[in-house]
């Protein structure tokens, strides 16, 4: 079944239709940007060519040729394509479905069964695929710009292979304008940096610069459009970005990566394409709090000074000028000595908290507010640190059946190198004591 949408719902083919389904691929080799699934060993091309399709959840950024490959893969192995969509359709669409897919098997004919946005269906009504996907009742294609490892359920995806739809680059942006030449019979009314412009504010979309395309075409300006003037003609969308799904998690983990690899300049590129995308500034601070303690920690302690700053100085600014305190924060961050000796301390003591379960402290470190508590001999034995004469008394404080351990290693970078300077002056003299009272 090869036709287009439009034909496929009983639209007379004199209507006006799009241009982005007028140039709808006929074939799979005519798809662009996805040449690792569709050609040579690809694993749709495989399908195709061995007339042998299998279930596949398809995952990539919108408009990148999901549906389109569905179609086309069951055109070329002679099955029914059948549509739906998650976000309209309940368990009585997917029952009927199912029904039908039975009835044209007992036919002889298979059923290729698109669910776009699969990962809108809830856990009860993704388990109602399992058992018409394995009988063979049908051959599901599942659509979806979620990562499936959060949004499907571990049973569906056991049975079905994903396979990444790559955002499109510039080639195949290109590629898809220079079909809409051809088909309009008329060049893009763009200067060489118009068009530039046109593609980026596609941001991978190859529908929607198509529909940018047909929008120009429709508008007919006298000469070609430079950036500034297609940026008047044409309204740009915001970059897909979701807060509360996998880009919002993927652009933070950027900015913390470029902070930890001391790259400014890319932590300050992922810092603007959050707060492009509408992330809450104030969940950015919290992250570069984080950042401070964890990966910087007491190599340079006035970084975490210097993140909790940016937060309060955005609470009280608010945006826009606000985010120029968590630019600040994020150089300083950026550039500052990186250690995270605190937070392998910290782990490192939690795992021997866990392990030695309710030791007492030692007695000599132990209060004794009453008499009955300093007969026991709570406190007995204590040395004051600050009567010794190097303010330092050495005394063990782990409790009396825990061997001595050093959780705290500090770094030979920033602040830290004197840090451990002053540890081992403590540990000389916690040892020549120790030897002493031998």
Known sequence: MTGTLFEAAGVDD??????????????LEQVVGQDHLL?????????????????????????????????????????????????FSG???????????????????????FVDEIHRFNRAQQDGFLPVVEDGTIVLIGATT????????????????????????????????????????AP??????????????????????????????RLAPPSPLEPSELAEALQRRAPIYDKGQES????????????????????????????????DPLFIARRLVRFASEDIGL?????????????????FIGSPEGELALAQAVLYLGTAPKSNAAYVAMKQAQKAARGTGSLSPPMHILNAPTGMMKDLGYGKGYAYDHDQEDGFSGQNYFPDDMPRQQFYQPVERGFER??????????RIRDRRAGEDE
Not at 17 to 24: E, K, M, T, Y
Not at 94 to 108: H, T, V
Not at 263 to 270: E, G, I, R, T
């Open 248 to 279: 919002h998690y993927n652009l933070i983990s950027a900015l913390h990566k470029s902070l930890r690899g001391s790259d400014c300049d890319a932590a300050l590129y992922w810092l603007a394409r959050m707060l492009a995308g509408g992330e």
């Open 418 to 427: 004197e840090v451990g300077k002053r540890l081992a002056y403590w540990n």
């Open 146 to 185: 979620e990562n499936p490892s959060f949004e499907l359920n571990p049973a569906l995806l056991s049975r079905c292979q994903v396979l990444v739809l790559r955002r499109h680059d510039d080639q195949a942006l290109e590629a898809l304008l220079t079909r809409a030449e051809a088909l309009m019979d």
């Open 188 to 217: 893009l009314p763009l200067t060489g940096d118009g068009r530039l412009t046109l593609k980026a504010m596609a941001d991978g979309d190859g529908r929607y610069l198509l529909n940018l395309a047909e929008e120009l075409y």
């Open 14 to 27: 004199g209507i006006p239709r799009p241009l982005a389904d007028r140039l709808r691929p006929q074939t």
């Open 91 to 113: 368990v009585a669409d997917l029952r009927k479905a199912f029904d039908q897919a039975r009835a044209r098997r007992g036919d002889g004919r298979g059923t290729l069964l």
């Open 39 to 87: 050609t040579g060993e690809g694993p749709i091309a495989r399908m195709a060519a061995q007339r042998r399709p299998g279930s596949v959840i398809l995952w990539g950024p919108p408009g990148t040729g999901k549906t389109t490959i569905a179609r086309l893969l069951a055109g070329s192995v002679d099955m029914e394509f059948v549509q739906l969509s998650a976000v």
């Open 299 to 315: 190599a340079d302690p006035e970084a975490l000074h210097q993140a909790l700053a940016a937060k309060a100085a955005y609470d």
